[in-house]
């Protein structure tokens, strides 16, 4: 049936498209119907099932296209949405770029609504959160075409029912870390923050485009895991960067340099849904201060000029320094008298002066979170141990002081961030071990490691065994570090140079360590 009806909307277009070029419609009303009842007759048991197919696409092809047709014939000067009065004010007016963001709505948005259910679980009711963000950015742009520009520190909350939702979504992500469908999950939690783009200026198309960037690392794991498995998440991650896609070219059409904001709107926002009332006016100015009369004035200048007129006799009034007194003539004074700090620069706080609290210790951690052990404020513990590593773990340390960590057997990498007189002991790495923001760390590789970076770090001896002096060590904007290579039941330590010499050849830039010559 809905084959059929396809096919009847088909040949009422070509009817009435034949009646508008003023053309005998009798010949191409014969040849539809021709093509009807040959459609009908190949329509055989074997071949139903396919053609039946083939015609649902057509329909649903047609369809899309009436509801474009029903959009775009809302840009016709004088035509009007149903309750449009009631939305966007009395005269009924929507601005071109709020039409334009609802086909954005209408077309990619319900494409990536449409596969998410298809999916179901998780990446449905994320889904779900997903949408009502967007539903909030078309609530702000109602209110941004018809108002102003606000001031900078009334952003925060016309933008707040819009941040509280990317907050859901980032929130939801976080709850449901041991879901099979986590990538899903990720990608649409770490580009959410392009809907950002209305307080971004005056490039607020290559924001979302960076965000896209992000989704993009997880969307390729989605799919590296189902492409030749499940070939609806490859459909679900096509129409999902389509809506950052269109998302661009929309920015790119309405609002090149920033949001576009009414100049000649209201100057106050009204209440549009979710959003709160700005503060409200300052209070009056107090009444002007009371001003001296003439009179007293002109006794104030008079004594003045009295006393310039004194002549030497204006210096009756000083003192008389003796010269063992003075300073500058006898130096024994100068260590009697010590040295006088300024008030204004005194060391000892005022008890009005704000204080910051102090920093309250946190709690250590060594624990396994999903795929990731985390080893984090640890203080003076020198036996921290990791025995169940897998090869799918990652090890995450952060500042711990004074302390040394073991882990045992195979693990996928190793980071370690802003610590302080380390120790670190491990057996294989499969990935890279990195070393970010620390000073005096130690590393000592008993198995195979391929890569080691470091970064930021003041202090650094990496101890490698027979087996790893193959491994590459990347190193930049640190120092002292060695490498210490086994020679026997010693090691030989190599420092890593720091200092480099750089020289143009004619064609290229050619660097290389510098040799200290003395």
Same mark, same amino acid.
């Given at each position: 049936?809905?084959?059929?009806?396809?096919?009847?909307?088909?040949?009422?277009?070509?009817?009435?498209?034949?009646?508008?070029?003023?053309?005998?419609?009798?010949?191409?009303?014969?040849?539809?119907?021709?093509?009807?009842?040959?459609?009908?007759?190949?329509?055989?048991?074997?071949?139903?099932?396919?053609?039946?197919?083939?015609?649902?696409?057509?329909?649903?092809?047609?369809?899309?296209?009436?509801?474009?047709?029903?959009?775009?014939?809302?840009?016709?000067?004088?035509?009007?949405?149903?309750?449009?009065?009631?939305?966007?004010?009395?005269?009924?007016?929507?601005?071109?770029?709020?039409?334009?963001?609802?086909?954005?709505?209408?077309?990619?948005?319900?494409?990536?609504?449409?596969?998410?259910?298809?999916?179901?679980?998780?990446?449905?009711?994320?889904?779900?959160?997903?949408?009502?963000?967007?539903?909030?950015?078309?609530?702000?742009?109602?209110?941004?075409?018809?108002?102003?520009?606000?001031?900078?520190?009334?952003?925060?909350?016309?933008?707040?029912?819009?941040?509280?939702?990317?907050?859901?979504?980032?929130?939801?992500?976080?709850?449901?870390?041991?879901?099979?469908?986590?990538?899903?999950?990720?990608?649409?939690?770490?580009?959410?923050?392009?809907?950002?783009?209305?307080?971004?200026?005056?490039?607020?198309?290559?924001?979302?485009?960076?965000?896209?960037?992000?989704?993009?690392?997880?969307?390729?794991?989605?799919?590296?895991?189902?492409?030749?498995?499940?070939?609806?998440?490859?459909?679900?991650?096509?129409?999902?960067?389509?809506?950052?896609?269109?998302?661009?070219?929309?920015?790119?059409?309405?609002?090149?340099?920033?949001?576009?904001?009414?100049?000649?709107?209201?100057?106050?926002?009204?209440?549009?849904?979710?959003?709160? #009332?700005?503060? =409200? *006016?300052?209070? $009056?100015?107090? +009444?002007?201060?009371? %001003?001296?009369?003439?009179?007293? &004035?002109? @006794?104030?200048?008079?004594?003045?000029?009295?006393?310039?007129?004194?002549?030497?006799?204006?210096?009756?009034?000083?003192?008389?320094?003796?010269?063992?007194?003075?300073?500058?003539?006898?130096?024994?004074?100068?260590?009697?008298?010590?040295?006088?700090?300024?008030?204004?620069?005194?060391?000892?706080?005022?008890?009005?002066? #704000?204080?910051? =609290? *102090?920093?309250? $210790?946190?709690? +250590?951690?060594?624990? %396994?979170?999903?795929?990731?052990? &985390?080893? @984090?404020?640890?203080?003076?513990?020198?036996?921290?141990?990791?025995?169940?590593?897998?090869?799918?773990?990652?090890?995450?340390?952060?500042?711990?002081?004074?302390?040394?960590?073991?882990?045992?057997?195979?693990?996928?990498?190793?980071?370690?961030?802003?610590?302080?007189?380390?120790?670190?002991?491990?057996?294989?790495?499969?990935?890279?071990?990195?070393?970010?923001?620390?000073?005096?760390?130690?590393?000592?590789?008993?198995?195979?490691?391929?890569?080691?970076?470091?970064?930021?770090?003041?202090?650094?001896?990496?101890?490698?065994?027979?087996?790893?002096?193959?491994?590459?060590?990347?190193?930049?904007?640190?120092?002292?570090?060695?490498?210490?290579?086994?020679?026997?039941?010693?090691?030989?330590?190599?420092?890593?140079?720091?200092?480099?010499?750089?020289?143009?050849?004619?064609?290229?830039?050619?660097?290389?360590?510098?040799?200290?010559?003395?």
């Amino acid at each position: 049936p809905g084959a059929r009806a396809g096919l009847r909307l088909y040949l009422s277009l070509s009817w009435r498209r034949q009646q508008q070029q003023r053309e005998p419609a009798s010949s191409i009303y014969r040849y539809n119907t021709d093509i009807y009842n040959h459609v009908n007759a190949s329509c055989s048991s074997q071949n139903r099932i396919s053609t039946m197919a083939e015609l649902e696409d057509l329909v649903e092809r047609l369809e899309k296209s009436v509801e474009r047709l029903e959009l775009a014939s809302l840009k016709v000067p004088g035509a009007r949405s149903p309750g449009s009065d009631a939305m966007n004010g009395d005269n009924g007016d929507m601005a071109p770029y709020v039409e334009a963001f609802d086909m954005v709505l209408m077309g990619a948005v319900a494409d990536y609504m449409k596969h998410s259910n298809i999916i179901g679980d998780d990446v449905a009711q994320h889904a779900e959160v997903f949408k009502s963000a967007f539903d909030a950015q078309r609530t702000f742009l109602m209110m941004a075409c018809k108002h102003q520009q606000p001031l900078e520190h009334e952003m925060g909350t016309l933008l707040k029912p819009m941040s509280d939702k990317m907050q859901a979504i980032q929130d939801f992500r976080e709850k449901n870390r041991g879901s099979k469908l986590f990538n899903h999950l990720s990608a649409v939690s770490e580009s959410v923050a392009a809907l950002g783009w209305v307080a971004v200026s005056p490039k607020p198309g290559p924001f979302v485009k960076e965000m896209n960037d992000a989704a993009t690392f997880y969307t390729n794991r989605v799919l590296k895991e189902f492409k030749e498995s499940d070939r609806r998440h490859v459909e679900w991650v096509k129409s999902f960067l389509r809506i950052w896609t269109e998302l661009q070219a929309y920015i790119k059409e309405y609002h090149t340099t920033g949001l576009s904001w009414n100049k000649s709107g209201l100057i106050t926002p009204g209440m549009s849904p979710g959003a709160c #009332p700005l503060a =409200p *006016p300052p209070p $009056p100015p107090g +009444p002007p201060p009371i %001003l001296q009369s003439e009179t007293a &004035r002109d @006794e104030g200048r008079s004594q003045l000029f009295a006393q310039l007129n004194q002549g030497e006799g204006i210096t009756r009034g000083l003192r008389h320094v003796a010269d063992d007194q003075k300073t500058h003539k006898n130096p024994n004074l100068r260590w009697q008298s010590g040295q006088v700090n300024s008030p204004s620069k005194t060391c000892a706080d005022s008890p009005t002066s #704000p204080m910051s =609290p *102090p920093q309250q $210790p946190r709690t +250590p951690l060594l624990e %396994l979170e999903g795929k990731k052990w &985390r080893v @984090e404020y640890q203080e003076n513990e020198k036996s921290l141990v990791i025995s169940e590593a897998e090869l799918k773990h990652v090890a995450y340390v952060y500042k711990c002081n004074n302390s040394v960590v073991k882990i045992q057997g195979k693990i996928n990498s190793i980071t370690i961030d802003s610590c302080k007189k380390l120790g670190l002991v491990f057996e294989n790495v499969v990935g890279i071990v990195e070393i970010i923001n620390s000073r005096n760390v130690e590393v000592q590789v008993m198995g195979k490691v391929p890569t080691i970076s470091i970064n930021k770090t003041e202090g650094c001896h990496i101890y490698l065994s027979e087996e790893s002096l193959g491994c590459e060590i990347i190193s930049a904007k640190s120092s002292e570090m060695n490498i210490l290579i086994p020679r026997g039941e010693d090691y030989k330590e190599y420092p890593v140079p720091e200092q480099f010499k750089t020289t143009w050849d004619g064609t290229k830039l050619c660097t290389e360590a510098a040799e200290n010559v003395g």
